[in-house]
């Protein structure tokens, strides 16, 4: 699963036969990496597993489509039917980039209770039939509504510019994003403290990794963490990045290697299983 390119969230799946085929959307920029000098170029794709259909830009599509660096919020627009979706002049500031995109509300119908369950089952939804169940829905010719949430990181320049004291303070409430700490094809998602941070639904799909992160959840089977400790309780061997002007190292560790460190209390917490404070 790559880090760079998740953040994408999709509230429900495209269904069609056989469910291998349930599709996934995300930002997909040409570079995760520029200079400020450079336009921002990325598409909006549909398919599975990072393979899949570019999408052109259809305004009327779009609930939401931002991006922002620093304090500056600005609205993504373009000509109907551009490929790719986002092409943006160059930001000219150093920074930490942020696309989002919130597709407009889509529906699917199921014709019968089989093909729902087979989706659920698919998508690894424990709570999904006793939900629907209680609450009384059909189970013949039903809709559901879903939208798609995504959003991706580009790091312009080296990253920082006016983001340096947001960083400081991130990363001294123990939050890691970006390549550089997140790791490219390095880290599971809940590793990344994804539930504790509200950075993850369980009651929602599809998105890539998603059948991997609700059994990592069900069967609360996360080994390891993406932990920020001092420079002086550092572990080279396990160090994603340090950040030496901070005194901070961010690290990918197994649990077991935990004790002892200096961590946020709700991240402590969450590894003794207890409701943090």
Request: net charge negative.
């Amino acid at each position: 699963m790559t880090l760079t390119r998740l953040y994408s969230l999709t509230c429900a799946a495209l269904i069609t036969a056989p469910m291998a085929l349930a599709h996934e959307f995300w930002i997909e920029p040409a570079k995760f990496q520029v200079k400020s000098d450079m336009a921002i170029i990325a598409d909006l794709r549909n398919g599975q597993l990072f393979e899949g259909t570019r999408q052109s830009f259809m305004d009327n599509r779009n609930t939401r489509f931002e991006v922002s660096i620093g304090d500056e919020t600005t609205t993504i627009t373009g000509r109907m039917g551009d490929r790719p979706a986002i092409q943006m002049p160059a930001p000219g500031r150093d920074g930490l980039m942020i696309l989002v995109h919130e597709a407009a509300p889509s529906e699917i119908s199921y014709s019968d209770w089989p093909k729902f369950m087979k989706f659920v089952e698919h998508k690894n939804f424990a709570q999904a039939e006793a939900t629907h169940t209680a609450r009384g829905w059909a189970k013949e010719n039903f809709k559901e509504v879903y939208t798609r949430h995504s959003k991706s990181l580009v790091a312009v320049g080296n990253g920082e510019g006016a983001d340096e004291d947001y960083r400081k303070h991130r990363l001294s409430l123990g939050v890691t994003e970006g390549a550089a700490e997140l790791g490219s094809d390095k880290t599971l998602w809940l590793e990344c403290n994804a539930a504790e941070l509200n950075g993850v639904s369980f009651t929602k799909g599809c998105y890539v990794g998603q059948e991997n992160t609700a059994r990592m959840n069900y069967r609360q089977k996360v080994n390891r963490r993406l932990v920020v400790v001092p420079i002086a309780q550092a572990d080279e061997k396990r160090q994603r990045i340090a950040y030496p002007a901070d005194g901070l190292s961010v690290e990918h560790r197994r649990v077991d290697d935990l004790q002892g460190l200096d961590l946020p209390d709700w991240l402590a917490a969450a590894i003794e299983g207890l409701d943090a404070p």
